[in-house]
């Protein structure tokens, strides 16, 4: 058993025999109370006096109701408001925590009478939004269960209650937003910002029975006043639009709406401003409501009433949604009309706002970073290579021509073959080769015989002339023997055919001097790079650099600049010039006409300008194309 506080034993002391009980004429008074009610406070005061004067030996009750936190908080206590009953929170909470009814036995602590605690909790939809707990003296013919069915019964009025009260502010609220979409539906037939203010200020005015509504966006000095209902054209020098921005700076720098008088909702407001523009005319009642865009808020709205009774909490939250809605409207519809720049200023300021305000911490880590990295770039510095596509050549090249006009008997070898010198490539036809020169062979035997005849006969002016003819014949075979040596074309040097497949042109005419092959040498080879004509002026002959090959791929090798040359070819729009380079070593299986990327390296730079020198040098090109 718990010992009882003090508050227990007042009540105790304090209860009588016939507690609980009510007279006939009370018992009507509270049921027409109950049946009038206009509040829930008064039908929970009404409806927890009811169910403990019909349960009888009642010394006290308590009504909990659940908050929009959350918690639970007395809606009524009986007999007196002003009652302690904290002794009755332990049976509330086990029955709130179990769900159920709770019933606490309670000892005697003077006299014979004993007491129960009975609590109940209130179910609406499956949640429990409450629990009554009432104190009952455990007399002679005590039911527990007709307790208990009395506050079921009882319950459904509740209940009742209190889903007539939701369903009553789910109504107000669609009412509310009915109206706020009618009057931004208004804001929206309008594509300028003056049009479409003027029209929401008289249409508010005409929905909250105002004296005036005017509408003001912040700028950089203050509030801006910028449409005045049932006014086309007003003075801004005025004293009138003086009072009005003074008070639209007031609800601005607070960031919240201001009454006055003051309303639910407003209380702990500054409202020096509104009390001054009440009292400068026959105005009673100001309200001010902010306009929010998505950076905060963007102006205010100020609505005047002659009549004495001030805005409600319904009107100042539908104003409020109001606000919030036909901000970002009238702030697109203010942006589309500045000139350029003041957009730019605009968002120059919004940035500016959200990187050293206290909000976007996102953001401000962002540029934190972005701070950091640019700070990096400009001051660590990095070797500056130049890339150039890279061709590998051999460093000489030895071409094998057709010796003399032709016809192609035999192709030996094709581009790609490997060579040694004295091979045979290619032949020539030579059955007219080996016909003249069988021809002139016997052409010399026949005129050495006619020699020997004149010799015989001592005619020596006729051996003169034959021993000429014998030269001549000679010389002519000569010739025609080496032009038969020579119909077969072979290899000059140990090399690699980088040109000259015969194998398609079996039999067709060649003529004297046309190049047939190309054989390079395999010990020896050149880099040639394609640099571009942004980048031609860093390179230096003696610069070293590193070709990476696509048939040698995470394999480089070193080369040394050798030669620049002036010639330029155009590819893809672009120039480029030949660039040629020694290699320093050679420990990859290379093949002439392999290509590659070549990165030449100039030095040491700043990181930043590296990553961004053709950016930059194209600005300065444009910038100096566009100086006059």
């Known amino acids: 058993m718990e010992t009882l506080d003090q508050s227990e034993k007042d009540a105790t002391r304090d209860r009588t025999a016939d507690s609980g009980k009510v007279s006939a004429a009370e018992d009507a008074a509270l049921w027409a109370s109950l049946a009038t009610a206009d509040n829930l406070a008064t039908f929970c005061t009404c409806w927890l006096a009811l169910q403990c004067s019909q349960i009888q030996q009642t010394g006290a009750g308590l009504l909990l109701l659940q908050s929009p936190e959350g918690s639970y908080r007395p809606a009524a206590i009986w007999p007196d408001a002003e009652k302690d009953v904290s002794y009755l ?134 509030i801006r006043m910028r449409a005045m209902s049932h006014s086309a054209w007003f003075q801004r020098k005025s004293q009138l639009v003086d009072t009005l921005e003074n008070a639209m700076d007031e609800a601005f720098d607070q960031r919240q709406p201001v009454s006055y008088p003051v309303v639910a909702g407003t209380e702990r407001r500054i409202t020096v401003a509104h009390k001054e523009l009440a009292c400068s005319g026959r105005i009673r009642s100001v309200l001010s409501v902010l306009l929010s865009a998505a950076n905060g808020p963007i102006g205010v709205m100020t609505l005047e009433r002659q009549a004495s009774d001030p805005f409600d909490p319904e009107a100042v939250q539908t104003l409020q949604l109001l606000g919030t809605l036909a901000g970002p409207v009238l702030e697109l519809q203010r942006g589309s009309e500045r000139w350029i720049a003041g957009r730019v200023a605009t968002n120059a300021r919004s940035t500016v706002t959200a990187i050293f305000g206290p909000r976007r911490p996102a953001l401000k880590l962002a540029v934190l970073s972005a701070l950091a990295l640019f700070g990096f770039l400009a001051f660590a510095n990095t070797e500056f290579r130049v890339s150039a596509k890279s061709v590998l050549e051999g460093s000489i090249q030895r071409a094998a021509v057709a010796p003399f006009d032709g016809f192609i008997a035999r192709a030996n070898v094709r581009p790609g073959d490997i060579v040694h010198q004295g091979d045979v490539l290619a032949s020539l036809d030579d059955r007219d080769l080996v016909l003249e020169s069988t021809r002139w062979e016997m052409e010399v035997r026949k005129l050495q015989q006619k020699h ?58 060649v003529q004297q001097g046309k190049v047939l092959f190309e054989v390079a040498p395999l010990s020896s080879y050149r880099v040639v790079l394609h640099v571009d004509e942004e980048d031609i002026r860093h390179i ?54 392999m290509e590659g990327i070549g990165k030449i390296q100039i030095g040491e730079r700043r990181l930043l300008w590296v990553l961004g020198r053709n950016l930059i040098e194209r600005t300065r090109l444009l910038i100096w194309a566009w100086i006059p």
Request: glycine share 8%; hydrophobic share 45%.
């Open 452 to 509: 020997r005849d004149a010799q015989a006969k001592h005619d020596r002016l006729n051996m003169q002339v034959l021993q000429a003819q014998i030269d001549q014949a000679e010389a002519q075979a000569s010739l025609a023997r080496d032009k038969l040596a020579r119909s077969r074309i072979v290899a000059a040097v140990d090399g690699f055919v980088v040109s000259g497949d015969l194998s398609q042109m079996l039999g067709a005419p």
């Open 540 to 593: 230096a002959i003696g610069q070293k650099g590193t070709l990476a090959l696509t048939g040698a791929a995470g394999q480089t090798v070193p080369f040394r600049i050798a030669r620049l040359t002036s010639v330029a070819t155009a590819e893809d729009g672009r120039n480029f010039f030949r660039v040629e380079a020694d290699l320093l070593s050679n420990d990859l299986p290379l093949r002439p006409g």
């Open 89 to 222: 929170s332990p049976g509330a909470e086990q029955a709130i925590r179990e769900r159920r009814g709770v019933v606490r036995s309670i000892p005697a602590i003077t006299g014979p009478t004993a007491r129960v605690h009975v609590a109940f909790p209130i179910d609406v939809q499956g949640n429990a939004v409450g629990v009554v707990v009432l104190d009952v003296v455990s007399h002679a013919g005590f039911d527990l269960k007709t307790v208990f069915r009395q506050l079921q019964w009882g319950t459904g009025w509740l209940e009742a209650a209190l889903l007539r009260q939701r369903a009553t502010g789910e109504i107000g609220l669609l009412a509310r937003a009915n109206a706020t979409l009618h009057m931004l539906a208004v804001v929206e037939e309008h594509s300028r910002l003056q049009t479409a203010a003027l029209a929401l200020t008289n249409e508010v005015a005409a929905r909250f029975g105002c004296e005036r509504v005017s509408l003001g966006f912040h700028e950089r000095r203050g």
